[in-house]
């Protein structure tokens, strides 16, 4: 079993619609979530972080964390065409280490 | 508002030469992170480093690699006798030491061994 699973997609909404992305960790004494946003060719972008169990908001993104089920997700509302790119979830490593354990990343593609 | 810095941005080397990866964190950061990047694939963490520390290396293959980050100027990333297996992205991120290590990644360093 991975460590951070992620579907590879891609997922395809259109634009204006609300794009689900999905996570599952295996160590349940992780503590730290993240998700990146990287477009082709470039760099993981942090758009997100939550740390508590229920839903963080920042703009047109919702971050969800559930840790009884291990489980983190990314909900994008409106989506728009510039939010084509692969979304990358990334888990702190328990136990006092800082590392960050990613997932391979989910393709979002919004179509006009 | 400089980010994380790398250079060079691109690296091209035939096998058995050595590679040299450098990063700047962002101001204010303390704690610097080697990340790889594989073709079609998620990144892997290598090494954590702090000045003059190696706080983590489970990341880092035995043979070849090795990092450092002295008390004056950037983390370094040194690859020796490369070979085409080590063609990746490889990313620097950098994070304060307070508050929940956020981890901002800099532009990476995209290695081609010939």
């Known amino acids: 079993q991975k460590e951070v699973e992620q579907n590879s997609g891609p997922l395809s909404v259109p634009e204006g619609a609300i794009a689900s992305l999905n996570c599952t960790y295996s160590?349940?004494?992780?503590?730290?979530f993240f998700w990146y946003r990287q477009y082709s060719g470039k760099s993981p972008e942090l758009i997100m972080f939550?740390?508590?169990?229920g839903d963080k908001e920042d703009g047109r993104f919702t971050a969800q964390l559930n840790k009884a089920s291990q489980y983190v997700s990314l909900l994008i509302r409106d989506s728009q065409p510039s939010d084509s790119a692969t979304y990358l979830c990334?888990?702190?490593?328990?136990?006092?280490?800082?590392?960050?354990?990613f997932g391979a990343g989910t393709r979002l593609a919004v179509h006009p | 508002n400089a980010g994380v810095m790398q250079n060079p941005r691109h690296l091209v080397r035939r096998r058995g030469q050595e590679a040299r990866l450098r990063c700047s964190p962002m101001?204010?950061?303390?704690?610097v992170y080697w990340y790889r990047q594989l073709p079609e694939e998620g990144l892997k963490f290598m090494v954590y480093?702090?000045?003059?520390?190696?706080?983590?290396e489970s990341g880092m293959p035995k043979e070849r690699f090795s990092a450092e980050f002295p008390k004056e100027g950037p983390s370094i990333l040194r690859i020796q006798q490369v070979v085409r297996g080590d063609s990746a992205a490889y990313f620097c991120?950098?994070?304060?030491?307070?508050?929940?290590?956020?981890?901002?990644f800099g532009p990476g360093t995209r290695l081609t061994v010939l």
């Open positions: 991120a950098s994070s304060t030491e307070l508050g929940n290590n956020e981890q901002f």
């Open positions: 160590d349940r004494g992780s503590q730290s």
């Open positions: 939550i740390y508590s169990n």
């Open positions: 990334a888990v702190r490593a328990p136990g006092g280490y800082n590392k960050l354990i």
């Open positions: 101001k204010g950061h303390s704690h």
């Open positions: 480093l702090q000045k003059e520390n190696i706080i983590d």
